[in-house]
C-alpha cells in the first residue's frame, strides 16, 4: 500500500488542523492505521492509530481529548483532527499502515510525512 499524507501547515497555538492519508489500492479496509511524528532533534513518536473498521482507536496521552483519530474505507483515507494545538506539537506527521491488530509500533507502510508548525 502507498501512502500521501497532506493537510499540514503553520497555525496559531489554540487552533486546529485536519491531516489526511490517501491510500493506494483495494485492501484499504484490511489495515490497521496509524499516525507519528517527529519533532526537530526528537525521535519518531506515535501519536495515534485505529483498527480496520474504526471501532477502536488508541492515542498517546499527550494528544488525548485533543486529537482525533478517523477513517473513510470508501474514500481509503485516514484523517487526524487536531484540536487546541500547542506548540509542542510541532512536528513531521506521517500515516503509516499495518496488518493485524492497533498497536504503537511495528508498522510496515509509511507515507512521506506533512509538516505542522504551531506557533505561540
Known amino acids: 500500500v502507498q501512502l500521501q499524507a497532506s493537510g499540514g501547515g503553520l497555525v496559531q497555538a489554540g487552533g486546529s488542523l485536519r491531516l489526511s492519508c490517501a491510500a493506494s489500492g483495494r485492501t484499504f479496509s484490511s489495515y490497521v492505521m496509524g499516525w507519528f511524528r517527529q519533532a526537530p532533534g526528537k525521535e519518531r513518536e506515535f501519536v495515534a492509530t485505529i483498527a480496520q473498521s474504526g471501532g477502536s482507536t488508541v492515542y498517546t496521552d499527550s494528544v488525548k481529548g485533543r486529537f482525533t483519530i478517523s477513517r473513510d474505507n470508501a474514500k481509503n483515507t485516514v484523517y487526524l483532527q487536531m484540536n487546541s494545538l500547542k506548540p509542542e506539537d510541532t512536528a513531521v506527521y506521517y500515516c503509516?499502515?499495518?496488518?493485524?491488530?492497533?498497536?504503537?509500533?511495528?508498522?510496515?507502510?509509511w507515507g512521506q510525512g506533512t509538516q505542522v508548525t504551531v506557533s505561540s
Open positions: 503509516a499502515a499495518t496488518r493485524g491488530v492497533p498497536r504503537r509500533d511495528g508498522y510496515d507502510y
